[in-house]
């Protein structure tokens, strides 16, 4: 019965204690919230691009052959031949010009009167070439440009070494916005529990003086920080998945182009764990500020 008055009151004056110095305590909110949802934003995008470059991995042995806009669909086929002749090609698959007119058509949505009045000749024949191995793509480009009609090859390789780049730094901004925004938190929490524990200082001097336990005289301050990291959590996580779900939309929504090259997962695919970092982070910091500013500023 001892314990569980004791666990009450602790619990009762932490939670009175976080509302003593409000101000403050949005403060504290305030800059816990910002570093979670930065934090939470750079991590989503990391995943993402990490996603991204597992599908890029493979379609980096993919190439697209384009042919002058003078070869004709039957004139390709002998450029087709000497495609699939080659033995470092291990598949190949051909796009008219009636296709490419098509899917330009498409890929530019709204803006596809630029080709409603060309007809199908004005475009070119196309190829999409697959190689067995991805250490193949220069020599086998310098091959093809010699080939007659051929007049330009698109390769994947610019496309995966720009994301891998932007994955890199995500990753480098991630582990800095986890160190410099962290320490932030900690000392601006801090902040907020040490008012409380000055305020209280000669009451926990007397209580130290008629024998009262540690954790019975820093338990409040723990639950206080523990509370405020609590609740910056729940709000980051509810801003993350909005901001998310909003970009999410418009990428899912954008062109053809932007599909094929982004692979864009469903939050809920990683709700619960996103969620469960949060409170984790959320109450390791309220512990950690209340723990600094508990050890000194309670002089017993």
Not at 223 to 244: D, H, K, M, P, W
């Amino acid at each position: 019965m001892r314990k569980l008055r004791t666990f009450y009151y602790i619990i009762k004056q932490g939670i009175a204690n976080s509302f003593k110095n409000w101000h403050m305590l949005l403060s504290s909110v305030f800059v816990i919230f910002v570093s979670l949802y930065i934090m939470g934003c750079l991590i989503l995008v990391s995943v993402n691009l990490q996603r991204t470059l597992e599908g890029l991995e493979d379609r980096q042995k993919e190439l697209l052959v384009e042919c002058s806009s003078e070869v004709s669909n039957e004139a390709s086929l002998s450029i087709a031949d000497i495609i699939i002749n080659d033995s470092r090609v291990d598949d190949i698959s051909m796009i008219t010009k009636e296709q490419n007119l098509e899917n330009a058509i498409a890929m530019f949505g709204e803006d596809s009167t630029l080709f409603q009045y060309n007809d199908a000749d004005s475009m070119y024949v196309s190829f999409q070439v697959k190689l067995k191995s991805a250490s193949d793509i220069e020599d086998f480009t310098a091959d093809m440009k010699k080939v007659s009609g051929i007049s330009d090859i698109v390769d994947n390789r610019s496309v995966y070494s720009l994301f891998s780049s932007v994955r890199t730094w995500v990753r480098i901004g991630s582990a800095a916005a986890v160190v410099v925004l962290g320490l932030l938190s900690v000392i601006l929490s801090a902040n907020t529990i040490r008012l409380t524990v000055y305020a209280r200082q000669k009451e926990l001097i007397i209580m130290k003086n008629i024998g009262a336990s540690r954790a019975y005289m820093r338990g409040p301050f723990a639950v206080e920080g523990i509370l405020i990291g609590l609740f910056s959590s729940v709000v980051s996580y509810f801003a993350v998945r909005e901001t998310y779900s909003y970009v999410y939309g418009r990428v899912s929504g954008g062109t053809s182009v932007i599909n094929s090259l982004m692979t864009l997962s469903r939050f809920s695919e990683f709700s619960r764990t996103v969620l469960l970092c949060f409170l984790a982070a959320g109450v390791v910091v309220g512990v950690i500020a209340s723990a600094f500013a508990i050890r000194k500023y309670v002089k017993v």
